[in-house]
């Protein structure tokens, strides 16, 4: 026997190696090396139905050259009361199952297949516990075969050891589809440079020998997937000079497909993805929530849910809390359904009134309120699912109270999710603002918020392999329970309830304005409902905002304030929408900001007039012409083929432009215009063509920017109306009213 060799290090990436298996990529923790081993794989996979068919399979495959192993055995389907019998099909290799599986299911069509379509990583960690950045200790020999694995950490450690990762970012200095890039520029924490793209090729040279020499270990791209990936790979060939991406040298870039798919009712479109072996390619423009997370967020999304870390930046939550549901599932020796047979159970129209009726929603007050605290339950339908056991496999709670002991695959996946976000956030707190830590805390905590915050939606989702629909509907019916139990509650202390919405509440009582006036309040709601509850904070003052369409309509997901800290929030307005101009919501964001300069009421009048110059001035800078064609482009979104639309919105009509001019245009697509005067009254910004801002149709844009206004005036009594009357003149002044409202005169020129 050879002999073998101990090392230890952070696992960074894994992957299928066609001949033997895996490919592992280590960071070193003594000598800060990047080593690249590899490790046999075998893995097994399950089919279920009449004898008589599996006798058929029996005889189909034995002696299949990859087949190590034939054998019957009793599992626990998750939808199926009773064990079931299988025959457990054990293959050499990861690869070579995913052939012989379709081989399978093209002859035996009509039989059940268990844990056949699962992630190499997902499969890697529920049989060793590896998962991204896992430090790991192993067993090596001299072929650099892995022959043991012991991990050393795990996924909830709350400040876990982690490698001194390479981070490089490589980006083009310019929008690459609005004009001819000439430079790209590379930082890392050595160095800064850029490169100039020139006609020799020398820059692809520098390039090069710079991944050579700095080794890093992720690659931070904009436009990498859709641009800079392509054109360096397009260049490399027409100059002839070699330039290797991969860490793996005896790979080239993999290219995943691009899609298009459906989720919580929006059509989605993700376009092609480059993929790297032995580093990792994270394109910010591609990635799904790096504006909410950013880098580390990402990090922590690949070791909670094992998702390599090139996946876990480009999918959505949902695919994340999916692969913990199948981790969980095959550490509880559970099977993992190819596809899902579960039929939902029927319901009379009047069952269908009763159990869907979704979250507590209670209309706010509209208009301003003072000293109003809101108070939040930390991820509330996750933590329901935990404290009433609510999975597809157990029998339902009585309300709040669990049915089952034991816990389900659902709530066994979220509950260290949950518990570690809880602990995050109470870190937080022991942080100033500003804190370097705190930042990274918080970008892990909306990371981990999200994974939670889909966990709902997924048990709802009739193609997820743990959902059903009567588990949903125990959870919102368990939501609607505890925000009425925590009214009652607040009611009974003489607090008014101002608004109930989903997890929130937001009450006010006289003389109680600050943070520990409402201690024991949250102590008494938190032990009538069993679940952990938190002061988001106490505003200066709130506006809730009604519909744009009737103003006698209170919205539940609208308003703004600020807290006793200066914070704003601001929720259900223009500024947070992506289809709003940059110019537009900056306007908005200033609008609020100066509002929220007033520490008291009184105070809040002088602001008032202070925001409305703001506006005022906006829109004289706008109806000059002085606001650039790039700080108006509007992002909409095709949902459907073109060729599907009868009536022809404005991103339609952009869309069409850019597929006349040969460009494609896929459903679910993100598609930037900007409105223009005559023909054509839009232009997509994307085509790349010059637009001047005396062709831009300034009275689209100021109605856009009367509709912002309005949300902010509005609570002040300033009607869109009253600004539309009065945008076409100048010298507005507001006045205040008996009532403490406002009406706009206009001032004598």
């Known amino acids: 026997m050879s002999q073998l060799r101990t090392f230890r290090g952070w696992l960074l990436d894994l992957y299928l190696n066609q001949q033997e298996g895996l490919s592992l990529w280590f960071i070193s923790a003594e000598d800060d090396s990047r080593v690249c081993f590899r490790q046999q794989f075998p893995v097994n996979f399950y089919a279920a139905g009449p004898t008589e068919t599996l006798r058929a399979l029996w005889k189909t495959i034995s002696g299949h050259p990859e087949v190590l192993s034939l054998s019957r055995k009793r599992k626990q389907d998750v939808f199926v009361a009773d064990p079931v019998d299988v025959m457990e099909i054990r293959v050499d290799s990861p690869s070579n199952q995913v052939k012989l599986f379709h081989e399978i299911e093209a002859l035996f069509p009509d039989l059940t297949f268990y844990d056949a379509d699962l992630a190499i990583s997902t499969r890697y960690i529920a049989r060793y516990g590896a998962f991204p950045l896992a430090l790991c200790q192993l067993e090596v020999d001299q072929d650099d075969m892995i022959q043991s694995i012991q991990v050393l950490n795990d996924r909830w450690e709350l400040f876990p050891e982690l490698p001194p990762l390479r981070i490089m970012e490589l980006c083009p200095d310019r929008d690459p589809f609005r004009g001819t890039v000439s430079s790209l520029h590379l930082r890392c924490d050595r160095f800064e440079q850029s490169l100039s793209v020139d006609s020799a090729g020398q820059y692809l040279q520098v390039l090069g020998q710079t991944l050579k020499d700095y080794d890093p270990d992720i690659l931070i791209t904009d436009w990498g997937d859709s641009w800079l990936i392509p054109f360096l790979d397009k260049q490399s060939e027409q100059k002839n000079i070699a330039l290797q991406l991969n860490r793996d040298l005896n790979r080239s870039v993999r290219w995943q497909k691009e899609s298009t798919y459906f989720s919580y009712g929006h059509i989605i479109y ?245 943070p520990e006036h409402f201690t024991e309040l949250i102590k008494k709601i938190n032990h009538r409902t069993g679940l952990t509850i938190n002061l988001d904070g106490v505003y200066r003052w709130v506006a809730f905002l009604p519909s744009k369409v009737d103003p006698r309509i209170p919205v539940a997901n609208r308003y703004f304030g600020v807290f006793q800290t200066g914070e704003v929030k601001v929720r259900g307005l223009e500024a947070r929408r992506r289809d709003t101009p940059i110019w537009i919501a900056a306007v908005q964001k200033e609008m609020i900001a100066r509002l929220g300069q007033a520490r008291t009421k009184s105070e809040l009048e002088s602001c008032i007039q202070d925001a409305f110059d703001y506006y005022q001035e906006a829109l004289q800078t706008l109806k000059a012409g002085l606001v650039q064609p790039e700080q108006l482009v509007i992002n909409g979104k095709v949902s459907y083929a073109l060729e599907a639309y009868k009536a022809s919105t404005a991103a339609v009509r952009a869309a069409r432009q850019m597929q006349k001019a040969g460009m494609t245009v896929k459903p679910g697509m993100r598609v930037r215009f900007v409105y223009t005067i005559g023909e054509p009254d839009v232009v997509a910004w994307d085509l790349g063509v010059r637009v001047e801002p005396n062709s831009l149709d300034l009275n689209k844009y100021v109605e856009l920017l009367i509709r912002a206004a309005t949300a902010v005036l509005i609570p002040f009594g300033v009607s869109k109306d009253i600004l539309r009357e009065w945008s076409e003149s100048g010298g507005l002044q507001l006045k205040l009213l008996p009532s403490g409202y406002h009406s706009l005169t206009k001032t004598p020129l």
């Open 270 to 514: 993700r376009p092609e993805e480059a993929h790297l072996f032995g580093r990792c390619h994270i394109d910010r423009k591609a990635a799904m929530m790096w504006s909410d997370y950013s880098l580390d967020g990402t990090l922590e999304m690949a070791r909670v849910t094992t998702l390599p870390i090139e996946k876990a930046a480009r999918v959505s939550p949902g695919q994340g809390i999916s692969a913990m549901q199948v981790i969980t599932a095959l550490e509880k020796d559970v099977l993992v359904p190819y596809q899902k047979r579960q039929v939902e159970e029927f319901k009379s129209g009047l069952e269908l009134i009763q159990s869907d009726r979704g979250g507590m929603v209670y209309q706010p007050i509209t208009g301003l309120h003072t000293d109003v605290a809101q108070i939040d339950f930390i991820s509330m339908y996750p933590a329901i699912i935990i404290l009433g056991n609510i999975s597809p496999e157990v029998p339902l709670p009585d309300g709040l109270k669990p049915a089952h002991e034991d816990l389900g695959v659902v709530p066994l996946t979220l509950k260290p999710l949950y518990d570690k976000r809880v602990s995050i956030k109470q870190k937080i707190r022991t942080y100033p603002e500003n804190h370097p830590m705190a930042k990274k805390l918080k970008e892990r905590a909306s990371a981990l918020k999200w994974l939670l915050v889909v966990c709902f939606g997924f048990l709802g989702y009739k193609n997820a392999r743990y959902g059903r629909i009567e588990a949903h509907e125990a959870v919102t019916r368990g939501g609607r329970e505890v925000l009425l139990r925590a009214k009652d509650v607040a009611e009974e202390e003489g607090f008014e309830v101002l608004h109930m919405y989903v997890d929130a509440l937001w009450v006010k009582k006289k003389g109680f304005n600050k």
